[in-house]
């Protein structure tokens, strides 16, 4: 069918009307229009008509002295930064004010996630530090922190864009208590997203909370903290609520450009893609081709999947959780870039209304399969993952063969298929 191309001018917008019997489409009426552009027309649209992608690029764009000196996500230089900030008898003059809020918040955070901490919170607040060091790179460990009064050392494993890797954690702890013996000991997992660590003795820390205890400090301080540090520290509070947290008007932003462009923008992906969009595109091409899986919407870096089995009992047709399901339950396939490398899958038991029924859920689903345990001693309140099995590790500069990560997918999903068939029947009274 020959398309219908516009003038050029729109007659709508000069006022006039067009004829009653003109049933030509409009092709500038929303939805029903955009499905007529071609691949061309979508992608001149998405440059031409994008105020929101120009508002983005100007709140991302900011001058920051972190990304001018090109170490926004390097690693050593958050530690270092952290050092010093940390650190009461460096040159900001503020003491142990950013010692004492960040461990603070730190004991409490361990204290919800189940590990024992040598000290409270509240304890730690009416305390005066004496005799602190800050150490980096202390036989390996990024960043360790001494305190003789009160005694306590804290271990603290830095990953900005690498995984752990040859049983790092349990050395660091052998380290931490065969030089410090005696004194009570403290480790502390800290990553952009604040995932859990092989070894539940770490707490999970996030940049996101680092980012929520610095903006409060900063508050409370006011005008006693010097304008060069001020301003350096605010520098660093910009550069992690851009680059490690979301920013809930740049997330706007980003929906309201993929609502009004997401043709052009599937078309560049699609085309361009991304490195760890790449390793993980062998997976989904053969994902396609197995009719017992739903693919579900995905992140670039992630896919998710469902049996289609469940389809009509705990899933809806296009593998979100059904409103009679107790938690979201899906197969989670990841690929994680940095230093170290690595792709992996599990399952994961997301949110729930109801926390007991989804405590219930996770016990069940351990209980009918041995595949599927947690690395931790409790679970998490938001996003569970059990049987974590790792596909693939490689450096960051390696050349790796994506499609050698297709066959560890296809034997973890036939050794949980059984039990992934059985959920419905499972949870039957609980939906």
């Given at each position: ?10 007659p709508r917008r000069r006022g006039d009307q067009s004829s009653p019997d003109d049933t030509r489409p409009a092709l500038y009426s929303g939805a029903m229009s955009r499905a007529h552009e071609s691949d061309l027309e979508c992608l001149e649209r998405f440059v031409a008509e994008n105020d929101e992608l120009l508002e983005l690029e100007e709140r991302i764009g900011r001058f ?147 980012f929520r205890v610095l903006s409060r400090v900063r508050r409370q301080a006011g005008g006693s903290l010097g304008p060069d540090v001020a301003i350096f520290l605010d520098h660093y509070l910009n550069l992690i609520g851009s680059r490690f947290m979301e920013d809930p008007h740049v997330h706007d932003l980003c929906r309201k450009i993929y609502a009004n462009h997401r043709r ?168």
């Amino acid at each position: 069918m020959p398309r219908y191309r516009p003038h050029r001018q729109n007659p709508r917008r000069r006022g006039d009307q067009s004829s009653p019997d003109d049933t030509r489409p409009a092709l500038y009426s929303g939805a029903m229009s955009r499905a007529h552009e071609s691949d061309l027309e979508c992608l001149e649209r998405f440059v031409a008509e994008n105020d929101e992608l120009l508002e983005l690029e100007e709140r991302i764009g900011r001058f920051n002295v972190f990304d001018a000196l090109g170490i926004a996500r390097a690693e050593i230089r958050h530690s270092n930064f952290l050092a010093w900030l940390l650190n009461p008898n460096e040159s900001h003059g503020q003491g142990d004010l950013f010692l004492k809020a960040v461990l603070m918040d730190i004991l409490r955070r361990a204290r919800r996630n189940d590990i024992s901490v040598p000290i409270s919170a509240v304890s730690l607040d009416g305390a005066e530090f004496r005799d602190v060091e800050i150490h980096r790179e202390w036989k390996g460990i990024d960043l360790l922190i001494r305190c003789s009064d009160p005694a306590l050392v804290v271990t603290i494993e830095n990953k900005v864009d690498s995984g752990e890797h040859s049983g790092q954690l349990g050395r660091y702890e052998a380290v931490a208590e065969a030089d410090f013996e005696g004194i009570p000991s403290l480790f502390v997992f800290l990553t952009p997203d604040g995932r859990h660590a092989s070894d539940i003795d770490w707490t999970p820390y996030s940049y996101a909370d680092i980012f929520r205890v610095l903006s409060r400090v900063r508050r409370q301080a006011g005008g006693s903290l010097g304008p060069d540090v001020a301003i350096f520290l605010d520098h660093y509070l910009n550069l992690i609520g851009s680059r490690f947290m979301e920013d809930p008007h740049v997330h706007d932003l980003c929906r309201k450009i993929y609502a009004n462009h997401r043709r052009a923008i599937d078309l560049l992906i699609e085309h361009a893609g991304s490195p760890k969009h790449e390793i993980l595109k062998p997976v989904r091409d053969w994902l396609s081709t197995k009719h017992e899986y739903i693919l579900r919407s995905s992140p670039r870096n992630l896919l998710y999947l469902v049996p289609r089995s469940w389809v009509g009992s705990i899933s809806e047709a296009n593998g979100e959780p059904s409103s009679r399901s107790p938690c979201d339950i899906f197969i989670e396939v990841e690929s994680w870039g940095g230093e170290d490398s690595n792709a992996s899958i599990r399952v994961v038991v997301g949110i729930g209304a109801n926390s007991e029924r989804r405590l219930e859920v996770i016990n069940r689903l351990m209980a009918a399969s041995p595949i599927l345990k947690m690395q931790r001693k409790t679970p998490s309140a938001s996003w569970t993952r059990l049987g974590s099995k790792t596909l693939l590790k490689w450096k960051k500069d390696e050349q790796i063969k994506a499609e050698l990560i297709v066959p560890g997918v296809e034997q973890y999903l036939s050794s949980i298929h059984t039990v992934m068939e059985s959920v419905p029947s499972i949870l039957k009274d609980l939906l």
